[in-house]
């Protein structure tokens, strides 16, 4: 999970929040294909704004952060909008199954309105874990998040420990540029990033 940088909302949706003013989310449906598309484009770098997992626009689908059946007040908040695969095994559809009150989504980590990065990190085998250091609040937000989203079943652990493979065994000489680059359309870029983050700690220390 990273930070989701959102912005101004894309001009149909605006117009269509405009003139429809008693409209609920299920009269959407031949807007939202072009909402995604721009979310997905503009905002999140073609990855699900919690797993990291590349994304497609026929795999994918806009998830209301704050669920719609708890904060029917923000139905049309842009910064509630998340786009996010399909897969009811993990992601915003296994959120929504677990979470239950409007206490329990207001304790998850919100990727839009903090930087989500600085509560977890990758470890070798691909499974995603809390920093050392939180206080105990953010330590119960963060683990809580990845029971919530199930950022540890086993397909996503095992694509990062892929991606994390390559760069620690097949890229050892490539730049960090390059290694960026090379591995865009893979996803899950906080994986690289926090590779990269080591590397170069570790040769500032020699």
């Known amino acids: 999970m990273r930070k989701v940088d959102k912005g101004t909302p894309s001009e149909s949706f605006s117009e269509f929040v405009k003139t429809h003013p008693q409209a609920g989310w299920a009269d959407t449906n031949d807007k939202s294909h072009a909402w995604r598309e721009y979310m997905l484009s503009c905002e999140q770098h073609g990855m699900s704004g919690y797993t990291e997992e590349p994304l497609h626009l026929n795999r994918s689908h806009i998830d209301h952060f704050r669920k719609r059946a708890l904060f029917s007040e923000l139905i049309f908040d842009w910064n509630n909008l ?54 105990q609040s953010d330590v119960d937000r963060a683990s809580y998040t990845i029971k919530a989203f199930n950022l540890n ?40 990033e926090q590779l990269l983050d080591e590397r170069k700690q570790e040769e500032d220390s020699k």
């Open 82 to 135: 998340v786009v996010d695969g399909v897969d009811e095994t993990y992601g915003a559809k296994f959120k929504d199954k677990y979470v239950k009150s409007r206490v329990d989504n207001n304790r998850l980590i919100n990727p839009v309105i903090e930087d989500a990065g600085r509560f977890f990190k990758y470890e070798l085998n691909g499974n995603i874990s809390v920093v050392s250091g939180l206080c």
């Open 153 to 192: 079943d086993s397909s996503l652990s095992q694509r990062r420990k892929t991606i994390i493979n390559i760069v620690l065994d097949s890229f050892v000489d490539l730049s960090d540029e390059s290694i960026l680059e090379a591995l865009e359309k893979e996803g899950f870029r906080s994986v690289v």
